[in-house]
């Protein structure tokens, strides 16, 4: 017999501290956009106040819409990036998913969890990151990355994030700026 969890239906977070979904998401706005809904990287895909990458949200319901065209058959059409851009409402749509079903991926909340999982035992001492900041780092660099990261810590080896992004430090710091401006 498989339990439904109790949080509205969303796997439960470490009980002592539970992750804010709510801070998360106002740190990565933070560090992505400057809290900016209408922010559009130059030189790739990354849109809207999460910076989310327009290229992995095509295949999402809500960025498509079907038209009777004059033939009187139905024409799909795919929402732009600058609509995406001027869309607020639907960014916080998009980022909710992202945070707790994942889109193309798992859940940002699970990458923090499972992840938290794996590499806390493994680095010991050398592990100071929250969950919440292990789930950031995977919007900013994709489960994958994060993962070489934490290794890198623990094989003490270098590490870099290819193209012009902060480092994952840096990234952190921001981050944190983020969730604690206005408290």
């Known amino acids: 017999m498989r339990l439904k969890y109790q949080n509205g239906g969303k796997p439960p977070t470490d009980p002592k ?13 933070w560090v992505e956009s400057n809290n900016n809904p209408s922010a559009m990287n130059p030189t790739t895909s990354a849109t809207g106040q ?29 929402m732009s990036r600058d609509s995406l851009a001027n869309n607020p409402a639907l960014q916080e749509l998009l980022m909710d998913r992202s ?4 889109i193309g991926q798992r859940s940002l909340l699970r990458h923090g969890r499972e992840l938290t999982q794996e590499f806390q035992q493994q680095l010991g001492d050398k592990w100071n990151f929250r969950e919440d900041e292990v789930a950031a780092l995977s919007h900013f660099m994709g489960r994958d990355r994060t993962r070489q990261y934490f290794a890198s810590i623990r094989d003490n080896t270098p590490f870099s994030i290819p193209g012009t992004n902060h480092t994952a430090e840096m990234y952190l710091k921001k981050y944190n700026e983020g969730i604690n401006r206005g408290n």
């Open 17 to 29: 501290e539970p992750l804010d979904v709510e801070k998360l998401k106002k740190g990565i706005a």
């Open 50 to 78: 999460y910076q989310q990458m327009y290229k992995s949200l095509v295949n999402e319901p809500e960025l498509t819409y079907e038209d009777v065209g004059d033939y009187g058959y139905e024409v799909s059409n795919l």
């Open 99 to 102: 945070v707790h079903k994942g």
